[in-house]
């Protein structure tokens, strides 16, 4: 069966210099494009060697999509294309189990290379803060449910608008609530809503026609 590599971009300049630089590394592979996060789901449960994941699309934003993945595909290789240019992002992007993380900005040389680490089992990131973050690794403990209502709080929805979106109980959606509050050591929404900012991943001015 041949390699699927699937590219996740909602801008299409962006997918198709991907898919040069992906061609130059798996040159027999098939390459599968995707405009969403949802679209580039179905294509990974169908099998894929790689995945190159944008952190904003219509239907995602930030670093939850990675968390996402990494939980229901541990051994998949998440290679994150943004055009985030903030060190934090990459260490963040690092400590939640991307295997790599390229900026919008990179010569198509710097994207072979680090595709090409990717494919030798390494990973690739440009300079980054080294230490952990604590509070990442408590967002990191919850569960994908806990995760979404923990978006949801930072949207700002209330309990029963949170039970209505996710067809749970009120009660449901408090129980989750708590262990959300427990997990992250938290006391309030507006500490909860803090720490969930850590996720949110700052869209810069990357222009797809300079790419």
């Known amino acids: 069966m041949a390699q699927r590599i699937i590219i996740a971009d909602d801008h299409p300049l962006f997918r198709t210099a991907l898919s040069h630089a992906v061609a130059k590394v798996w040159p027999d592979a098939e390459i599968v494009e995707a405009s969403s996060a949802g679209e580039a789901r179905r294509e990974v449960e169908q099998g894929a060697e790689a995945l190159l994941l944008d952190l904003h699309m219509e239907d995602s934003n930030g670093l939850s999509t990675l968390m996402d993945f990494r939980q229901d595909h541990p ?23 991307a295997a790599a993380f390229i900026p919008k900005s990179a010569s198509l040389d710097e994207m072979r290379e680090a595709l090409s ?25 919850l569960t994908p449910a806990q995760r979404r209502i923990l978006g949801q709080l930072n949207e700002g929805l209330l309990n029963k608008q949170i039970a209505y979106e996710l067809d749970i109980s009120e009660a449901t959606v408090k129980a989750h609530i708590t262990a959300i509050f427990r997990k992250l050591g938290v006391v309030n929404r507006t500490q909860a809503v803090l720490l969930a900012g850590k996720l949110i991943v700052d869209q810069d001015t990357a222009d797809p026609a300079e790419a």
């Not at 051994?75 to 189990?97: F, H, K, T």
């Not at 089992?121 to 080294?130: A, K, L, N, T």
């Not at 230490?131 to 690794?137: Q, S």
């Open 75 to 97: 051994a998949l290789p998440v290679i994150i294309v943004s055009a985030s240019e903030d060190p934090r992002v990459y260490a963040a992007a690092n400590q939640l189990g």
């Open 117 to 141: 680490c990717v494919r030798e089992g390494d990973r690739w990131f440009p300079d980054s803060e080294d230490e952990t973050d604590d509070d990442l690794a408590r967002i990191a403990s």
